[in-house]
């Protein structure tokens, strides 16, 4: 599960941090470098083939040069962490809680940063050279069925053959695209599908219910919103340890947390000009007789990472530490956590532009 970016290392000081987590089992690595090497080397020699055919026929000079795996029928916590070259790391421990401990430590789970995941299994690679074959007969075979139609020996018959790698090599690229798995992004503020047409965000004010696996209704991980509207995931070959982890993870998104929601209004727009909304935030933040009780930097930073805000009240809490004087790292902080873009976008512009211009251009993208 590639759980927010980055392979950095973890220092952990054994006086001041928590404590540490011995895997009786040791680590293994998935290797996924090497078969992607491979496949590039062999898309390579194929379209060294296609210009080589192409010399013959024209005159120009060529060069070449978190999850439950089942082991031994039982079911082992397993910590999965995939890094940014594709590699995954695995971990096994006997004690149901050190994975979970693990993933915090990394900054990863809630309130942390954003985990992203694609559902498929790793034996999902092994369709590939089945669609290379595909996709290599039928483009041998229209160039075929082309030559039927062109005197044979002149250029046009030349052409239709010395092309046929370059279209086998684009049509394994569409088919690829369409038997992709689709890829979750659990965040703060919501879950974002990425599946085979389109994407989909789903605020995590707006979840009611998640299921996965033999207990949803509709797919394979099905995701039902307040207002009854239902997103499943369909597909086939999907891990089903990550759908049990995604749906977990979905599910302590959709639990209330945090300041009540009455307390959000400090942070709404209303319609306010930029300016005048911070002056607002000031107010809420500083005038203890404002609306009774005012704000405060701590309740600020948890509405900026509370699932249960409106991404308008978000970027009010985020300006709301900026007025308050809070470092800027405060609010990048909750740019790692976030998964849809355009709020990330946001609170980037309130983290680090100064520019009003910038930071309103950035709010209308946020805009549905």
């Given amino acids: 599960m590639r759980e927010g ?19 009786a089992s040791g680590l293994s690595w998935t290797r996924v470098r090497l078969p992607r090497l491979l496949s590039r080397i062999g898309k390579a020699c194929f379209l060294a083939g296609a210009v080589g055919a192409l010399g013959m026929v024209f005159p120009f000079p060529a060069v070449f040069g978190l999850v439950e795996r089942r082991v031994a029928g039982g079911v082992v916590p397993t910590l999965e962490i995939e890094l940014t070259n594709g ?21 990863f789970g809630p309130a942390g940063k954003r985990v992203h995941t694609s559902l498929a299994k790793p034996t999902r690679r092994l369709i590939h050279p089945l669609l290379g074959l595909v ?10 069925g082309f030559a039927d139609y062109v005197r044979p020996g002149g250029n046009e018959f030349d052409v239709a053959f010395a092309a046929y790698p370059l279209v086998t090599l684009l049509l394994y690229a569409a088919l690829g695209r369409l038997v992709r798995a689709p890829e979750v ?16 965000f789903i605020a995590g004010r707006d ?19 307040r207002s009854g509207k239902r997103v499943a995931v369909v597909s086939v070959l999907l891990d089903e340890a990550r759908l049990a982890a995604v749906s977990r993870l979905v599910g302590e998104l959709a639990s209330p947390r945090g300041p009540i929601a009455d307390r959000f209004a400090h942070y709404d727009r209303a319609g306010r000009p930029l300016a005048a909304w911070r002056d607002h935030l000031a107010h809420a933040m500083n005038d203890s007789s404002y609306r009774q009780n005012a704000a405060t930097v701590d309740e600020a930073a948890s509405v900026l990472r509370s699932a249960e805000a409106t991404p308008e009240q978000r970027v009010g809490a985020a300006l709301a530490l900026r007025v308050a004087g809070q470092p800027r790292e405060r609010i990048r902080v909750a740019v790692e956590g976030a998964a849809d873009d355009r709020m990330r976008e946001a609170l980037e512009a309130v983290a680090d532009a100064d520019d009003d211009v910038v930071i309103e251009k950035a709010l209308k993208r946020l805009q549905p």
């Fill in 135 to 144: 996709a290599y007969v039928a483009s041998l075979g229209a160039a075929m």
């Fill in 185 to 200: 992004t659990v965040g703060d503020d919501g879950v974002l599908v990425k599946g085979l047409l389109r994407s989909h």
């Fill in 5 to 23: 970016g980055g392979g950095r290392a973890l220092v952990v000081n054994d006086d001041a941090g928590p404590p540490s987590v011995t895997f």
């Fill in 207 to 225: 979840i009611a219910f998640v299921s996965a696996g033999p207990d949803s209704p509709d797919g394979t991980l099905a995701i039902e919103e």
């Fill in 87 to 107: 590699d995954r790391l695995t971990a096994r421990s006997p004690d149901l809680d050190a994975p979970h401990t693990v993933a915090r430590a990394l900054g």
